[in-house]
Antibody, heavy 117, light 108 residues
Framework: EVQLVESGGRLVQPGGSLRVSCSASEFTFGTYWDQWVRQVPGKGLEWVSL????????HYADSVKGRFTISRDSAKNTLYLQMNNLRAEDTAVYYC??????????WGQGTLVTVSS | EIVLTQSPGTLCLSPGERATLSCRAS???????LAWYQQKPGQAPRLLIDDASRRATGIPDRFSGSGSGTDFTLTINRLEPEDFAVYYC?????????FGGGTKVEIK
């Protein structure tokens, strides 16, 4: 079973940028999709973005479109989320997930991003 | 965007009872690509059900999903102590993929 480990979360000022990463423990064969889902502590889940294994297809939530970019490095088996122009409302735990469709079969433990001055 | 409304917000039950959780979509979910997740405090969510009714690997058969179109249900038969948690539905058919607001199942 693949293990996902996020990293890179930290305190950043409003308007700033941050890249969070997600490393997978093993390579997945066949078509798969990676996603980012976030959760404000104590609140519900919010879907952020997804990317196909070969990087040819991506989708974003309206709340992050134009500010966030999802990407992956297949050789490193690592997923990224580049976040620009960060706002206070982007403060959340960011989870990466993987699935053979758009369902999230596997989840990491999350990395906390805090946007505050 | 497909909006998912979960009800009730909180369900107070005793171990051994049956829990019935509802997830209603603002428009039909294509191919019934509706998933259910369980989340316990301090943990990441865990997939329980996908395609509205297919249990994920390792999920006990007391968990079952049903429904189609815009109305979906998660049923937990004979609640075990470890089942008290928050449950989310998610439509995985049409981007942006969306989650419901969650139902908390708590001990009565």
């Amino acid at each position: 079973e693949v293990q996902l480990v996020e990293s890179g979360g930290r305190l950043v000022q409003p308007g700033g940028s941050l890249r969070v990463s997600c490393s997978a423990s093993e390579f997945t064969f066949g078509t798969y999709w990676d996603q980012w889902v976030r959760q404000v502590p104590g609140k519900g889940l919010e879907w952020v973005s997804l990317i196909k294994d070969d990087g040819t297809e991506t989708h974003y939530a309206d709340s992050v479109k134009g500010r966030f970019t999802i990407s992956r490095d297949s050789a490193k088996n690592t997923l990224y989320l580049q976040m620009n122009n960060l706002r206070a409302e982007d403060t959340a735990v960011y989870y990466c997930t993987r699935g053979d469709g758009w369902v999230s079969n596997y989840w990491g433990q999350g990395t906390l991003v805090t946007v505050s001055s | 965007e497909i909006v998912l409304t979960q009800s009730p917000g909180t369900l107070c039950l005793s171990p051994g009872e049956r829990a019935t959780l509802s997830c209603r979509a603002s428009q039909s979910v294509g191919n019934n690509y509706l998933a259910w997740y369980q989340q316990k405090p301090g943990q990441a969510p865990r997939l329980l059900i996908d395609d509205a009714s297919r249990r994920a690997t390792g999920i006990p058969d007391r968990f079952s999903g049903s429904g189609s179109g815009t109305d979906f249900t998660l049923t937990i038969n004979r609640l075990e102590p470890e089942d008290f948690a928050v449950y989310y539905c998610q439509q995985c058919a049409t981007p942006p993929l969306t989650f419901g607001g969650g139902t908390k199942v708590e001990i009565k």
